[in-house]
């Protein structure tokens, strides 16, 4: 590698994968479909895509899925603490770029659908497809209820409370 490539490598950001120039977009893919998969079992294994468990949790009758969604927080929290405290860079010597978030109240508007349909359906976009690929096929109605979501807030997102 030339001198003049590393330092430009050293001194660049990482915003998103997806930005990035990539030569082999296939083998990005794969690397990516491979942790999905992986990601899915362990979401199968510990339950977490269990409608039974979901219900149990939002009616207040177990600790399962409370005790799962505290362990990702902490686990976040630690890492980025560690990400910024020790400046860790991406596998490819980019700089990890935190922006600051701003809170708004049509997060607390969001925030309000999201749990009501996830209450209701029993899926949240995590699980969606570890439950399609374990079998819940009616799971396909919450997916193209999602697709649909997202694009209606995509085409209407300024006429929303920000």
């Not at 979401?43 to 399962?64: G, N, P, T």
Request: charged share 15%; net charge positive; with cysteine.
């Amino acid at each position: 590698m030339k001198v003049a490539e590393k330092i430009t490598r050293q001194d660049s950001h990482c915003e998103a994968p997806n930005l990035r120039a990539n030569h082999d977009k296939g083998v990005e893919l794969l690397k990516y479909l491979i942790l999905g998969v992986l990601f899915g079992i362990v979401f199968v294994k510990a339950e977490v895509i269990s409608w039974f468990r979901i219900q149990e949790m939002f009616r207040l009758q177990s600790f399962h899925m409370y005790g799962v969604i505290g362990s990702a927080v902490i686990t976040g929290i630690i890492s980025i603490q560690v990400i910024k405290r020790f400046g860790i860079k991406t596998i490819h010597g980019e700089a990890i770029n935190i922006p600051k978030k701003e809170f708004r109240k049509g997060q607390v508007i969001g925030g309000f659908i999201f749990g009501l349909g996830w209450a209701l359906t029993g899926a949240c976009p995590g699980p969606l497809f570890a439950q399609i690929g374990s079998g819940y096929t009616v799971i396909l109605v919450t997916l193209f209820s999602a697709l649909a979501g997202t694009w209606v807030y995509g085409r209407f997102a300024d006429k929303f409370p920000n």
